[in-house]
């Protein structure tokens, strides 16, 4: 007997299989960030796998402008009340043109539980639209549920900079979101390691940030 009718016997007989026991904490994460940001990598390293596509603009064009929703199990990631529980991602990459409060609603109807604020390291800084676009669609409690992510953070070591150097001569408004977002700033090289490797400790700062906020989500603001 194969293991698809044997699990039917036991859920006929009243059994619960494994999977069915297992609890599932879904979280809902809204990636925002410029073009060419690295938005769609670390939407990558979250997930653990080549799911967004990345890559340079050609003729001005991005490679990609859709609105995009990616998701991934991960099975027995924590223990919640003395049990394993899995941990469902769900990463939407927003192009900057397409943040409107509507469409977003639609692909995630349950709120946003953690939003990603993508900016390079080696690009001046000095817009910070990202704030506004933020504090519109949900309002000022968004920072609870924030967290920043620099990319290329490969060229902070080539030049030998470390980050809190870094942070003390960036921009301000980069500088006071560190310290505002909830789950405060995180440095990532998208050019080390796979993306399944590099991507397991934002996964562990997006669950505790999340926690925090009692897994509670955050309700888009109508137009
Ligand atoms: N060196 C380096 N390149 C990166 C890093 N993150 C992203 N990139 C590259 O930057 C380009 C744009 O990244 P992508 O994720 O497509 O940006 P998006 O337009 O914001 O979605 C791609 O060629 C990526 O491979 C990083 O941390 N270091
Ligand atoms: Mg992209």
Redesign the pocket.
């Known amino acids: 007997m194969d293991d698809k009718h044997c699990g039917n016997i036991l859920s006929w007989l009243g059994f619960q299989t494994r999977e069915e026991q297992q609890d599932v904490l879904v979280l809902n994460v809204l990636l925002l ?1 410029e ?7 670390v939407g990558n390293a979250i997930i653990g796998g080549h799911e967004f596509q ?3 603009c050609v003729s001005g064009v ?2 990609t402008a859709e609105l995009g929703v990616r998701s991934r199990k991960f099975s027995a990631f924590f223990r919640r009340q003395g049990a394993e529980s899995d941990l469902m991602l769900r990463v939407m ?1 927003t192009p900057p043109t397409k943040l409107h409060p509507q469409s977003l609603q639609e692909l995630c109807t349950d709120g946003v539980h953690v939003v990603v604020v ?1 900016v390079r390291v080696d690009q001046l800084n000095e817009n910070s639209r990202l704030l506004h676009q933020a504090e519109s669609l949900f309002g000022p409690e968004w920072r609870d549920h924030a967290m920043l992510v620099f ?5 902070l070591g080539e030049a030998g900079l470390q980050p809190s150097l870094y942070l003390s001569q960036t921009s301000d408004w980069l500088r006071s979101l560190a310290k505002e977002a909830g789950g405060g700033a995180f440095f ?4 080390s390691d796979w993306p399944s490797v590099r991507g397991r400790p934002l996964r562990d700062k997006l669950l505790q940030l999340s926690a925090k906020n009692h897994h509670k989500a955050l309700r888009f603001r109508p137009d």
Request: hydrophobic share 15%; proline share 4%.
């Open positions: 960030g073009r060419q940001s690295g938005r769609s990598s990345t890559g340079t991005p490679v990459d993508v990319t290329h953070a490969d060229h990532l090289d998208n050019n």
